[in-house]
């Protein structure tokens, strides 16, 4: 007579079993969720994209069914666009961080701990408004009726700032600076003050303190801020477009562009997916980077 598998679950071997199962159930339910939520709007919006970029335009616009790397081999007629995005938002993610570092560290060395809570908050606060609504309002700091028309009141004439690179450097600089001040915050908010006050009582002066403990043991939240900034800034459409005046072309503009307005979605499938294939590279460089530095492979920059 064979045995029911139930009686092999008796004995000292049952409950742990029995445990395990559990464990697993819970850690599905609560993986389920999340799961479920990227893989419907993350994978399969992926997966459409490639399956677009390999197609061909319609007659009428939009996309046609096919099988062809032409769009791919086209990248190059949008070369302006990658060459700004590529070289304006590192470019602005070291403004950001230039400014970023002083003022975190601000925060969470030199700041009255009673008055740090406010100070952070002041830092979050822009947030709390519309990015356009900022964006807008440095359009008119430096348009004709701002900083240019008091500059001409005191003699300095024909000075353009408004569609320039320099406006859309410090559009980023303003709008994605919180975004690199609490990474770096959090960094040295956990620093050992102990081990600064080692380093003086060992005979270093604080410049030599501040590039030998502060500067490596916040490197993490550094190489977090900066890689944060660079993956937002590459897919970056808002700021470009307004504070550039169509002169300066991020690829978040041609993508708008070939969607919306030249209705080319293969070419523009094409140009997102390769811009997808940047920001893994551009993570998996600052990840390892964190990692040679830091000396360990506990870093989150995601």
Not at 143 to 167: E, F, H, K, Q
Not at 227 to 234: E, K, S
């Amino acid at each position: 007579m064979a045995s029911r598998p139930d009686e092999y679950a008796t004995g000292p071997h049952a409950m742990p079993l029995t445990m395990t199962t559990k464990r697993r159930l819970v850690t599905t339910a609560l993986l389920a969720p999340a799961s479920v939520w990227l893989f419907v709007f993350l994978v399969l919006p992926f997966i459409a994209m490639v399956v677009f970029s390999v197609g061909e335009r319609g007659p009428a616009g939009g996309y046609q069914p096919a099988f062809t790397l032409a769009q791919y081999a086209n990248l190059p007629a949008r070369a302006a666009a990658y060459w700004n995005t590529l070289m304006l938002a590192p470019v602005g993610a070291f403004l950001c961080l230039i400014v970023a570092y002083p003022t975190a560290y601000y925060l969470a060395v030199k700041a009255p701990p009673r008055y740090r809570l406010l100070l952070v908050s002041l830092v979050v606060v822009p947030f709390w408004t519309s990015l356009l609504v900022r964006t807008y309002a440095w359009m008119y700091i430096l348009g004709s009726r701002g900083i240019p028309n008091l500059l001409d009141m005191i003699g300095i004439a024909d000075v353009r700032l408004l569609n320039t690179s320099g406006a859309v450097l410090l559009g980023i600089v303003y709008g994605y600076l919180p975004l690199m001040i609490m990474p770096i915050y959090v960094s040295l908010e956990k620093l050992d003050r102990r081990l600064l006050e080692a380093s003086a009582d060992l005979g270093a002066k604080p410049v030599s303190t501040f590039f030998s403990v502060t500067l490596p043991l916040s490197l993490p939240g550094v190489m977090t801020g900066v890689a944060l900034v660079t993956i937002l800034l590459l897919g970056e459409y808002l700021i470009p477009q307004l504070l550039g005046g169509g002169k300066v072309f991020f690829i978040g503009n041609a993508l708008v562009d070939l969607f919306l307005q030249s209705r080319n979605w293969p070419f523009g499938s094409a140009i997102a997916v390769t811009l997808v294939a940047v920001v893994v590279v551009v993570l998996m460089v600052a990840m390892r980077i964190a990692w040679r530095i830091s000396g360990t492979r506990q870093v989150d920059l995601v």
